[in-house]
């Protein structure tokens, strides 16, 4: 009782260690990571009940309810879907042997222990997680923006004058070019891959 206790106040219940790249291929969840289709692991925390596997387009969540049970519910939050937000990194205290990072992603809160000498690793994965919330966010606003210029664009015309035969294909004309541009704005804005600043910011 009194150990289950003195490991709760030390944060040793549930502590996770960081994987090295040289591991991802012993943990269970490179199993779910869709290397078919170019995904790939940047960082990888596992604890005696969790593992979470951060991937150039996903959060893959490996949720084990105990350490005894070989139970496990597996959750995967893809960045482009599902913003990241509120990143926090508390470091540990005089008798803390572990550090956690907090974030928030969709509408999911994490809050991870990691053993506090992984401490280095986590400050390059707390930089990751704050720059992907970052740029998620400015997209999302430049996406908001290319759609309402170009329903002020399709306003405009539709107020112009046009002759009753070209009514159509005018109408034709202006739908595709502005499908097309969206398409566009999409790809160039909506980004899925952030393996680009895994790699700045992650120095395994």
């Keep these: ?15 996770g260690s960081v994987i090295k790249r040289q591991d991802y291929d012993k943990v269970d969840a490179d199993d779910y990571v869709m290397h078919e289709d170019g995904e790939k692991i940047y960082f990888l925390i596992k604890s005696k009940t969790d593992e979470y596997c951060f991937t150039n387009k996903a959060l893959i969540h490996l949720d084990g309810t105990s350490a005894v049970s070989k139970k496990r519910m597996l959750r995967r939050y893809s960045y482009s879907s599902s913003t990241i937000s509120n990143v926090l990194l508390e470091t540990a205290g005089t008798v803390d042997l572990d550090v956690e990072i907090k974030f928030t992603i969709g509408s999911s809160a994490f809050s991870i222990d990691v053993h506090k000498k992984h401490l280095e690793e986590l400050k390059d994965l707390y930089k990751s997680l704050i720059k992907i919330s970052e740029l998620t966010h400015e997209n999302e606003q430049t996406l908001d923006y290319a759609r309402l210029s170009l329903d002020l664009a399709s306003a405009a ?3 112009a004058s046009v002759k009753e035969g070209d009514a159509a294909h005018q109408f034709k004309s202006i739908n595709e070019a502005a499908f097309q541009w969206l398409v566009d704005a999409r790809k160039q804005y909506a980004v899925k891959d952030f393996g680009f600043v895994f790699e700045r910011y992650i120095n395994q």
């Design 1 to 15: 009782m009194f150990g289950k206790v003195a490991s709760d106040l030390l944060g040793l219940s549930d502590v």
């Design 157 to 159: 015309l539709g107020r």
